[in-house]
């Protein structure tokens, strides 16, 4: 702290007389409201202490060096890359690492430390102890081959006197299941989603979705001579409870020309198949000479690849896209003699599987309405089904509860798909409906409602023939809705309020809370059917492929209140 010594300047105002004695010691006209201290030996005055240098306050800041280009690149050993993904391992992949010794002096590798699970083999341009000069970079390859467990965790440790960087490498070994389907047996498809169904007493049901994506599984039958009988041990031996390429022999195509090794561009048609990106590919000409290869991504005329192909596959050899898959654990072989074999197959495929939801562009009351028609080729059984409880206590009669008041109705009907475009729609249709989840307008396919006479294009009452409905509507729960199929195949969906007596004992009336808006004769109409509430009543479905283009499925459905 700095001291100064001086005089004690008393107030006032420089027009007081009693300053006048100060002011002389200013030049005119200058003058200042001080007292008569400037005046030479003042009272109370001293001399001025130098007390220089002043000490300077300490401030202590607590921090961090903040690290610079240099710090980051230099003074250290860099492996570029430290790690490889190597996704699904098809065949022999070859990758280069780079080790740059990012140091202004020469390190020395003494060691070179491995976690090697087989089937790796890393390639040291030098074996250690080696010393990388100042600066120095070097290139290692390393080779994984399809020899060894079907899970790659492998690691390598590069030792140096300071520091030790290990390059990390993972991935799945995959082998290509090359063996074609018997198409006498078809090819069987299963989708199964997973839904948690509750039911109050009334019918009214809460739905939860519990798997967003459906698991999926593929079954079919293959007939082989003695060469691929052989080939079906080895791979029933060495790879069967480990992952397979399996190829989706519905979507295979034939090459127009030919693909030379080191392409990384297949052309073909894409519309309606199974290609999609970071998906597999499998092209070949039999069993045993294929090659698998990672989509890139897909256009509708030619499928990218990841990697450019190591052969060179000529027109005719066949193309599909492909899915990892397992085998289950118990697989039956029989043998047909003692060079034939037959088998019946069931791959799981290894993961979710994305299909595109394509609702039923047809809605009624904001509820899509599916009307494609059934395939009537057996009868279809319908089950009345009521929530109704049967008390019994085995002294008297029996009373029945029934909590809902009205049946749901559960039908299995067929359908057949001629085309890829009909197949992909269903495929979209059956995504949208989650299993059990959402429910759905559909027709009950049952000519119950046959009308009598003209209706008017104003009307909204139609005459029908009598089926009892006057008697018993009242309004009937799940007989309030109507489907009216017109001969030029438009769909009309109205709601029933009411049915009365007709003008004759053989003719009810409907009325109905829509006119159509046009004059229609009975002749016009192809049919009229109730319309229920409904959802598929399972969330397993099957898709039996009879034909690469030809499909057949049975759908279980079942009425709903809501």
């Given at each position: 702290?700095?001291?100064?010594?001086?005089?004690?300047?008393?107030?006032?105002?420089p027009?007081?007389?009693a300053?006048g004695?100060?002011?002389k010691?200013?030049?005119?006209p200058?003058?200042?409201?001080?007292?008569?201290?400037?005046?030479?030996?003042p009272?109370?005055?001293g001399?001025?202490?130098?007390?220089?240098?002043?000490a300077?306050i300490?401030?202590g800041?607590?921090?961090?060096?903040?690290?610079?280009?240099?710090q980051?690149w230099?003074?250290?050993?860099h492996?570029?890359?430290?790690k490889?993904?190597?996704?699904?391992?098809l065949?022999?992949?070859?990758r280069?690492?780079?080790?740059w010794n990012?140091?202004?002096?020469?390190?020395?590798?003494?060691?070179?430390?491995?976690?090697?699970?087989?089937?790796?083999?890393?390639?040291?341009?030098?074996?250690?102890?080696?010393?990388?000069?100042?600066?120095?970079?070097?290139l290692?390859?390393v080779s994984?081959?399809?020899?060894?467990?079907?899970?790659?965790?492998?690691?390598?440790?590069?030792?140096?006197?300071?520091e030790?960087?290990t390059?990390?490498?993972?991935g799945?070994?995959?082998?290509?299941?090359?063996l074609k389907?018997?198409?006498a047996?078809?090819?069987?498809?299963r989708?199964?989603?997973?839904?948690?169904?509750l039911?109050?007493?009334?019918?009214?049901?809460?739905r939860?979705?519990l798997?967003?994506?459906?698991?999926?599984s593929?079954e079919f039958?293959?007939?082989v001579g003695?060469d691929?009988?052989?080939?079906?041990d080895?791979?029933?031996?060495?790879w069967?409870?480990?992952?397979?390429?399996l190829p989706?022999?519905?979507?295979?195509?034939?090459?127009?020309?030919?693909?030379?090794?080191?392409s990384?561009?297949?052309?073909?048609t894409?519309?309606?198949l199974?290609?999609e990106?970071?998906?597999?590919?499998?092209?070949?000409?039999?069993?045993?000479?294929?090659?698998?290869?990672?989509?890139?991504?897909v256009?509708s005329n030619?499928?990218t690849?990841?990697?450019?192909?190591?052969?060179?596959w000529p027109?005719?050899?066949?193309?599909t896209?492909?899915?990892?898959?397992?085998?289950?654990?118990?697989?039956?072989?029989?043998r047909?003699?003692?060079?034939?074999?037959r088998?019946?197959?069931v791959?799981?495929?290894?993961?979710t599987?994305?299909?595109?939801?394509?609702?039923?562009?047809?809605?009624?009351?904001?509820?899509?309405v599916?009307t494609?028609?059934p395939?009537?080729?057996?009868d279809?059984?319908?089950d009345?089904?009521?929530?109704?409880?049967?008390?019994?206590?085995?002294t008297?009669?029996?009373?029945?509860?029934?909590?809902?008041?009205?049946?749901?109705v559960r039908?299995?009907?067929?359908?057949?798909?001629?085309?890829r475009?009909e197949?992909a729609?269903f495929?979209?249709?059956?995504?949208a409906?989650?299993?059990?989840?959402?429910?759905?307008?559909?027709p009950?396919?049952e000519?119950?409602?046959?009308p009598t006479?003209?209706?008017?294009?104003?009307?909204?009452v139609?005459?029908v023939?009598?089926?009892g409905?006057?008697?018993?509507?009242?309004?009937?729960?799940?007989?309030?809705?109507?489907a009216?199929?017109h001969?030029?195949?438009?769909w009309y969906?109205?709601t029933?309020?009411?049915?009365?007596a007709?003008?004759?004992g053989?003719e009810?009336?409907m009325a109905?809370?829509?006119?159509?808006g046009f004059?229609?004769n009975?002749?016009?109409?192809?049919a009229?059917?109730?319309?229920?509430?409904?959802?598929?009543?399972?969330?397993?479905?099957?898709?039996?492929?009879?034909?690469?283009?030809v499909?057949?499925?049975?759908l279980?459905?079942?009425s709903?209140?809501?």
């Open positions: 702290m700095t001291t100064y010594a001086g005089a004690i300047l008393p107030s006032g105002l027009s007081d007389p300053y004695a100060a002011y010691f200013l030049p005119a200058l003058t200042l409201p001080y007292p008569s201290a400037l005046a030479s030996n009272p109370n005055s001399a001025m202490a130098n007390n220089l240098p002043v300077e300490v401030v800041i607590t921090g961090n060096i903040v690290r610079q280009f240099e980051d230099y003074h250290h050993v492996l570029l890359p430290a490889i993904a190597l996704g699904n391992l065949s022999t992949q070859m280069q690492v780079e080790v990012a140091h202004f002096a020469p390190k020395t590798l003494s060691a070179l430390n491995g976690q090697n699970d087989g089937g790796i083999t890393l390639a040291a341009p030098a074996n250690p102890p080696t010393t990388y000069g100042m600066l120095e970079s070097r290692h390859n994984v081959s399809l020899d060894g467990p079907p899970v790659i965790e492998a690691s390598f440790t590069f030792q140096f006197p300071d030790a960087p390059l990390s490498i993972s799945r070994r995959v082998v290509v299941f090359g389907p018997n198409w047996d078809g090819w069987l498809e989708l199964m989603w997973a839904t948690d169904v039911a109050a007493r009334d019918g009214t049901e809460q939860v979705s798997r967003t994506k459906p698991r999926r593929l039958s293959i007939l003695r691929d009988a052989a080939l079906l080895v791979l029933l031996s060495a069967q409870s480990r992952v397979y390429a989706i022999w519905p979507d295979k195509a034939v090459l127009a020309s030919t693909v030379t090794a080191g990384t561009v297949i052309p073909l894409t519309t309606n199974e290609y990106a970071d998906g597999l590919l499998v092209i070949g000409s039999d069993s045993r000479n294929t090659e698998a290869a990672e989509v890139l991504s256009a030619a499928v690849l990841k990697q450019p192909l190591l052969q060179t027109a005719g050899a066949f193309v896209p492909a899915r990892t898959a397992r085998l289950r654990v118990t697989q039956a072989v029989s047909v003699t003692d060079a034939i074999a088998a019946r197959l791959f799981d495929i290894a993961g599987t994305a299909i595109a939801k394509q609702e039923s562009a047809t809605t009624f009351n904001s509820t899509p599916w494609t028609r395939n009537r080729v057996r279809v059984d319908a009345y089904l009521r929530l109704a409880e049967v008390l019994d206590f085995e008297g009669i029996t009373a029945v509860d029934d909590h809902a008041a009205r049946p749901f039908r299995s009907f067929d359908y057949l798909f001629k085309n475009t197949i729609a495929r979209g249709w059956l995504a409906r989650l299993g059990r989840l959402t429910a759905f307008w559909h009950t396919w000519a119950s409602i046959v006479k003209k209706i008017l294009s104003n009307q909204t139609m005459t023939a009598s089926r409905y006057a008697l018993y509507f009242n309004p009937m729960p799940g007989r309030t809705e109507a009216f199929l001969k030029n195949g438009t969906f109205r029933i309020t009411s049915f009365g007709g003008t004759t053989d009810e009336v109905i809370n829509q006119s159509f004059d229609a009975p002749e016009d109409w192809v009229i059917y109730f319309l229920e509430k409904t959802r598929l009543d399972a969330d397993q479905i099957e898709i039996n492929w009879q034909t690469d283009s499909a057949e499925v049975s279980p459905m079942r709903v209140k809501s």
